[in-house]
């Protein structure tokens, strides 16, 4: 589609949306579209999947394959680490690498001489941007970058001489994306919005978290490949940040939008979704909230009048199962979330040990967890948890509750997602560790990577032979879970997250 101004004003804005996520289209991307175009603007989407470059799936059934690839993945014996070290640089070079159809098609884009590029990315995304970043040079038109963690000023700065580059913007961007835009095309100076960092290093203020969240408007997906989806499931976002905001391996609350917690009204949710259902004929839904019980009574309004809305409507969240009195995931509200069209529900198990638990400020229980899991499962729902191994001062006793736990509850979970420990800059877990490393004896830092806001360590406590039986024993029964099929029910959302 030819990029044509509107009525020959507004400006002309080329996207390229970096994820390439083969199950429903990018929120972010879909929220700066709608919000150009509602200023006039004319709007070009260049997705990967609809220029075949090809998307993996997140989950799936298991088969022995994945289950061996994931115990090299996680090994920790010696011998195996050189292999595994090889194995995952070799894997993310290939999946990082810049996609050479996204780039030939920004080249052919380009010629259509845009006022301005805009690119949406991950950190994982910076070859590609680099790449990008060249073209863009060599046709001189600006370039703008976001995404959620150019927040973090080091982050930023680490990103910030790529060619071509004309800002970074750590910001949401909802309200004056086309302002934005307007400033770079004239030349303006970009500081003057906060948020932005320039290629010469200087930094605006740091961006306030966007309270008005009623006020952003409706995500506009009409450039989407809807036609490459395996169904069409509509992604949206009742909240932004968690309540709860403690955890201290958690970035997500660190981010651009993660941080601080703000929700949106029930009319403006139940609005978004009747729209969006009726645009893209579905009445599937994906809430993408960090933390959908952040505000049990928001997710009560949903459940209660979601089907008054939509009949019909089947929908998937990710909750966090704390010990307030009222955390709106009771036995007798998931079932009315069952009824209400709820299918599947996912949250961060992390652990099955208490200790670590609290160490990591977790604010959930062992037992509150269990009882959770068992009666989310009994009233019908697909039952989702992410866990991971490593954490600093993990011990094998600690793995071995871990395999108690998922032993105990395998009938009813239906996908574990396990990985490794991540360290992530700006978290409270990584501050604590750079300012204080002798209170972590068997873990250190090993390399910073500031472009990848994350530090590389080595984990000392994963050495014996105990904590290797106790990952053992965690794999096979997160490779019982996996290989099953998911619930009947919630089939349309295998895979989504
Ligand atoms: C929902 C979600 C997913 C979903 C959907 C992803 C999708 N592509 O739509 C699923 C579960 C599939 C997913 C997968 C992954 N995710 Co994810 N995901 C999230 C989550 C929870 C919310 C994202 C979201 O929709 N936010 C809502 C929108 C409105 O906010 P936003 O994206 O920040 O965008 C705003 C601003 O950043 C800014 N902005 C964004 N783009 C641009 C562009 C320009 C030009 C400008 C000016 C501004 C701007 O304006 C936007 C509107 O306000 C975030 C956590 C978080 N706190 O952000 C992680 C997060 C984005 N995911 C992350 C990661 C690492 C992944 C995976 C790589 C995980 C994995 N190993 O598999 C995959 C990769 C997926 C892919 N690229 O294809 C990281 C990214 C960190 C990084 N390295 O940059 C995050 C931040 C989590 C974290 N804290 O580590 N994810
Ligand atoms: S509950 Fe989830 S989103 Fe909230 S701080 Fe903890 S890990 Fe982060």
């Given at each position: 589609m030819p990029l044509v101004s509107v009525n020959g004003g507004g400006r002309r804005v080329l996207i390229v949306d970096l994820n390439n996520f083969s199950t429903f289209p990018t929120l972010a991307v879909g929220i700066i579209v709608a919000a150009l175009r509602n200023s006039g603007n004319a709007v070009k989407l260049i997705s990967p999947l609809a220029n075949d470059v090809p998307a993996a799936e997140r989950e799936h059934a298991e088969t022995i394959v994945d289950h061996y690839q994931r115990r090299l993945h996680l090994s920790t014996l010696a011998p195996a680490r050189g292999i595994r070290d090889a194995a995952r640089s070799l894997r993310s070079w290939w999946r990082e690498r810049p996609h050479p159809r996204v780039v030939a098609e920004t080249v052919l884009a380009l010629e259509e001489q845009p006022d301005v590029l805009l690119l949406s990315a991950y950190l994982q995304h910076f070859p590609t941007v680099q790449a990008l970043g060249r073209v863009a040079a060599r046709r001189g038109i600006p370039l703008i970058l976001g995404g959620p963690m150019f927040n973090l000023p080091n982050t930023a700065s680490a990103w910030r001489?790529?060619?071509?580059?004309?800002?970074?913007?750590?910001?949401?961007?909802?309200?004056?994306?086309?302002?934005?835009?307007?400033?770079?095309?004239?030349?303006?100076?970009?500081?003057?919005f906060p948020g932005v960092t320039l290629p010469n290093g200087m930094q605006s203020k740091a961006a306030p978290p966007l309270r008005a969240l009623d006020l952003t408007p409706l995500p506009d997906f009409t450039d989407f490949p809807w036609d490459r989806y395996r169904m069409h499931v509509i992604p949206l976002m009742a909240s932004r940040g968690c309540q709860w905001n403690k955890c201290n391996f958690c970035s997500d609350i660190i981010?651009?939008?993660?941080?601080?917690?703000?929700?949106?009204?029930?009319?403006?949710?139940?609005?978004?979704?009747?729209?969006?259902?009726?645009?893209?004929?579905?009445?599937?839904?994906?809430?993408?909230?960090?933390?959908?019980?952040?505000?049990?009574?928001?997710?009560?309004?949903?459940?209660?009048?979601?089907?008054?809305?939509?009949?019909?409507?089947?929908?998937?969240?990710?909750?966090?199962?704390?010990?307030?009195?009222?955390?709106?995931?009771?036995?007798?509200?998931?079932?009315?979330?069952?009824?209400?069209?709820?299918?599947?529900?996912?949250?961060?198990?992390?652990?099955?040990?208490?200790?670590?638990?609290?160490?990591?400020?977790?604010?959930?229980?062992?037992?509150?967890?269990?009882?959770?899991?068992?009666?989310?499962?009994?009233?019908?729902?697909?039952?989702?948890?992410?866990?991971?191994?490593?954490?600093?001062?993990?011990?094998?006793?600690?793995?071995?509750?871990?395999?108690?736990f998922l032993e105990r509850h395998l009938p009813y979970i239906d996908r574990v997602r396990f990985n490794d420990f991540t360290l992530l800059d700006g978290t409270e877990l990584s501050d604590q560790i750079h300012a204080n490393p002798e209170a972590f004896p068997n873990f250190s830092v090993s390399q910073a990577r500031p472009r990848r806001a994350q530090s590389l360590y080595v984990n000392r406590g994963g050495n014996g032979a105990a904590y290797r039986h106790a990952k053992s024993r965690v794999l096979r029964a997160v490779f019982e879970i996996n290989r099953r099929k998911i619930r009947s029910s919630a089939r349309v959302f295998d895979g989504l997250m």
């Open positions: 001489a790529i060619p071509g580059l004309t800002a970074i913007v750590g910001a949401e961007v909802d309200l004056n994306i086309s302002e934005i835009v307007e400033a770079a095309c004239n030349g303006d100076d970009l500081t003057a981010s651009a939008s993660g941080r601080t917690y703000r929700n949106r009204s029930v009319e403006s949710v139940l609005h978004e979704m009747r729209e969006q259902s009726r645009r893209h004929r579905s009445k599937d839904f994906i809430f993408l909230d960090l933390k959908l019980n952040s505000n049990p009574n928001l997710l009560r309004g949903i459940v209660e009048n979601v089907q008054s809305n939509i009949r019909g409507a089947q929908w998937i969240g990710t909750v966090h199962v704390d010990e307030r009195a009222d955390n709106g995931l009771s036995r007798r509200e998931l079932k009315l979330a069952v009824a209400a069209g709820m299918r599947r529900i996912s949250f961060g198990l992390e652990s099955g040990s208490q200790r670590l638990l609290d160490a990591m400020s977790k604010g959930s229980t062992v037992e509150g967890n269990s009882e959770f899991i068992r009666n989310a499962f009994d009233v019908g729902l697909s039952v989702r948890c992410t866990m991971f191994k490593g954490y600093p001062g993990e011990t094998a006793a600690d793995l071995e509750l871990s395999a108690d």
